[in-house]
């Protein structure tokens, strides 16, 4: 496997071991603590996880060029039971594309406002990663 392609994968299996853990650290807290509405950029623990796990699963959509599906689901969304059992599985996903694709190669795509786009994978892959790092520090 080409350096920079274990470089993403690995990119990848990190993002997906440090949710794993903070979505373990989250399901020891009371219900009530975890839904409750407080000041970030999402409006709490579980909507922070589920915009996380809905900006991972548009992107591996756009990367896999499938259909992207709307952003979010309907409410209340995924609970933190249902995104231990969906999240992985897509991130798995990731990381194997991560390990053969060509980072040098660009993805268009639309954007959620339907502007066109285009990024090289390695990028996007790079953005997947710092996303969640990013929200997870706010949890």
Known sequence: ??????????LVEYS????RKLLAFASTVPEQDVAR????SHGGILKTFQHIY????IWLARMKRASVMPFEDPAPGPSL???????WPLLDEMEAFAKSCNPDEYLTFKRLNGEESALPYGQV????????TYHRGQV
Do not use: C, F, K
Request: no cysteine; aromatic share 8%.
């Open 37 to 40: 509405a407080i000041p970030n």
């Open 54 to 57: 809905y900006a991972d699963r």
């Open 1 to 10: 496997m080409p350096a920079e392609n274990e470089s993403l994968r690995q």
């Open 81 to 87: 039971a249902v995104l231990a059992e969906t999240w």
């Open 125 to 132: 892959i790079r953005h997947v990663v710092n996303h969640g």
């Open 16 to 19: 997906q071991w440090a949710s």
